[in-house]
């Protein structure tokens, strides 16, 4: 069960607020640029890293936690929907939701998508945080 795979969970969750974390500081970036006085491609790129960290945290640990919650027949079934569902299906909802909203917004503003998105990745933290009791 999930009691025994904390790690993994932490891993996921790790991942998930890396990520949160990196879109909303892309929808608070020319705020975060005027305020460091770092140039933009240095931002960019500390925001890109973070990128490296969520990625890392959440296939691994997602994939992990698919062979195990899993029989041994199905384990490898249950890595690769984990993978082609993060890499395939995930990647292209997110272009199709993505565009659409910034194409409906006024003046088609991708900062409010950006705030948007990180918005609705919070949501969906502390739902998962609700679903695996981690919090009340």
Do not use: N
């Amino acid at each position: 069960g999930l009691g025994t795979r904390a790690g993994e969970v932490k891993m996921v969750l790790l991942g998930l607020t890396a990520g949160v974390v990196r879109v909303a500081c892309y929808g608070a970036l020319k705020v975060i640029e005027e305020k460091s006085g770092f140039p933009l491609w240095l931002v960019v790129f500390i925001l890109e890293s973070l990128k490296g960290i969520s990625v890392a945290c959440l296939i691994s640990g997602a994939v992990r936690l698919a062979h195990d919650l899993v029989p041994e027949s199905a384990s490898t079934r249950a890595q690769a929907l984990v993978s082609g569902t993060y890499s395939g299906l995930s990647t292209g909802l997110a272009g199709i939701i993505g565009g659409g909203v910034t194409f409906i917004l006024p003046s088609h503003d991708l900062t409010t998508m950006f705030q948007l998105t990180s918005a609705s990745g919070v949501i969906g933290i502390i739902l998962s945080l609700k679903l695996l009791k981690i919090i009340k």
